[in-house]
C-alpha cells in the first residue's frame, strides 16, 4: 500500500475566521467523516510536529478555533446521534452534531436541553470545550452539569471514556478545557422533560441597573430563565436600565395546546419577521449600525417592550426564545467587514454591582459603547478552568471599525482591569482580547493545575490554536 501524503503537502489551506469576524487566520485544513479517520489526522500531525486545534460551527466569537499556518480539524463530519432513550431523555452524540440536532432529537419525544446558549448552531465539541451557559445559568448551570460522559483521544492516540467516576480530574479538566486536551468523540448528556413546546415569558422593565439586580434577586426563585438587555447609552440615574425577561415551563394543565408544540415542524423560526424576509433583514440592520442608529434602537427597545397580555406574559415557542441570535440569519454581517468583539465580564456577586457600574460608564466616558449588553446570574461549577462562579456576567458587543480600534482595545483592558480588581474571571468562548498574565491571575491555581494535567497528557503541546497561544495555554 503506497504511503499516505504528509498533511503538510496534502491539506489545503483555508482562511477562517472566528465569529466576531474581527479576528482571521490561514490554516490547513482537513474535515474527518469517522473516529478512526479523526485518529489517524491526529496521529499523523503529531509525526509531522504540526499543531492541531478543533473547529465546529465557528461559533466562538474571538480566536479559539483559529490556527495560524498549523492545522484545523473541522468535525462536523462526526454529527451523527449515537443513541437516545426516549424514555429518560438520556443522548449521546459525536461532537459534530450541534444543539439543534439535539433538541430535534428531544422535543418529539417531549424533552429539551437543559442548557442552550443563545444560538442552536455550537457543536457538542464546542459545547465541552467551552462549558457553554445559557439563560438559566443560575438554576441548571452550564452544560457541563448535565455531561454524563465522554470519549477522548489524547495526544498519543489513547481512547479513554471519562466520567464523574472514570478519571473524574481529567473529566473536570476536558470539559471547560477549549479542546486542549485532547480530541472529544463522544458526549453523553441527559435532558430535561417538559409538557408543552412553549414557555411563558413575562417582560419587566427595569430603571436602572441596581433595579435590574434586584429584579433578578426577587424573580430567581421562581423562574426558569431570566435573562437582563441593558441599554448601554443610558447614564446618570437610568445607568444600566433595560429590560428583564422571565420565562418558566408551563405544565400540561397549565398549557393542554401546548403538546401540540412538540412538534419539530412548530418549533421552526419563521420565515420573515413583520413581512420582512429573515434571510435579507441584517442589511437592514447594517443601516442602523453606528453610534447613532444603536443610540435610537435601544431607546426604543427600552420604551416599547414586547406586546404582553392581561397578566403580563406572552407565549414563546422554546426554539423562538432560546435562540434569539438565530432569528436574523448572518447578522453578525450587519458590522461590515472589520467586525465586532464581544466582552464578557464574570465578576462575584459581592463586587458586581460596582463593577458593573464602573464598566457601564467607563464605556460612556471614552466614547466607546456597547451596541447590545446582556445580563445574567451564575451559579459555580466543578470544572476546573470553567468561568462559573457565584456571581454576575455581563456581555458587552463593540462594533470594530479602522477609526475605533485604538481607542476600543484601550477600553478592553481597562475592562480586564476592573475584571482582575473585582475578582472575576473569563470565558473563552467570547475573548479575543485578556493577555496571559490577565488570564493567569484570574484563575490563578486552577491554571496551575491544569498546565501539568496539559503537560502530563500533552507533553509536545500538539493540542493548541491562537487563543491558547495568546493566553499562556501552551
Known sequence: MAAQPSIRSSAPWRVLDGFGISARSASRYLQPQSVDELAEIIRRAAS??????????GRSYGDAALNTGQLVVDNRGLSRVLSFDRERGTIELEPGATIETMWRTGVPAGFWP?????????????CVAMNIHGKNCFKAGPYGDHVQELDLITASGERKTLSREREPELFRAVIAGMGLLGAVTRVKLGMKKIESGRVKVRPITTPNLNAMFDCFVERMPQ??????????????????????????????????????????????????IMGVPRSILWRIM????????????????????????SSGTFTNTHVAFAFLLDSVPNWRNAYGDSGFIQY????????????????????????VVSYLGVFKRHKPDEFLLSHGLDGWSLALDFAVTPGNAKDLFAVTRDLTRIVLDAGGVFYPAKDAV?????????????????LE????????????????????LV
Request: glycine share 10%; with cysteine; charged share 25%.
Open 453 to 472: 494535567i496539559k503537560h502530563r497528557l500533552d507533553p509536545q503541546g500538539l493540542f493548541q490554536n491562537d487563543q491558547a497561544r495568546r493566553l499562556g
Open 48 to 57: 509531522e510536529d504540526l499543531k492541531l486545534t478543533f473547529r465546529g460551527s
Open 223 to 272: 423562574s426558569d430563565y431570566l435573562v437582563g438587555w441593558i441599554d448601554c447609552f443610558a447614564g446618570g440615574s437610568g445607568l444600566g436600565r433595560g429590560l428583564v425577561h422571565q420565562a418558566n415551563y408551563m405544565s400540561a394543565a397549565e398549557d393542554p395546546a401546548g403538546r401540540a408544540l412538540l412538534d419539530n415542524d412548530k418549533q421552526v423560526l419563521p420565515p420573515s
Open 434 to 450: 485578556v493577555n496571559a498574565d490577565d488570564f493567569a491571575r484570574a484563575y490563578g491555581d486552577r491554571l496551575t493545575r491544569f
Open 344 to 367: 464578557q465580564m464574570f465578576v462575584p456577586d459581592s463586587t458586581a454591582r460596582a463593577a458593573m457600574a464602573e464598566a457601564l460608564e467607563h464605556c460612556r466616558k471614552k466614547g
Open 286 to 309: 447594517k443601516l442602523m449600525t453606528n453610534d447613532p442608529g444603536m443610540k435610537l434602537v435601544n431607546a426604543v427597545k427600552y420604551v416599547l417592550p414586547e406586546t404582553f397580555d
Open 114 to 126: 437543559h442548557v442552550v446558549p443563545g444560538t442552536m448552531y455550537p457543536t457538542m465539541g464546542g
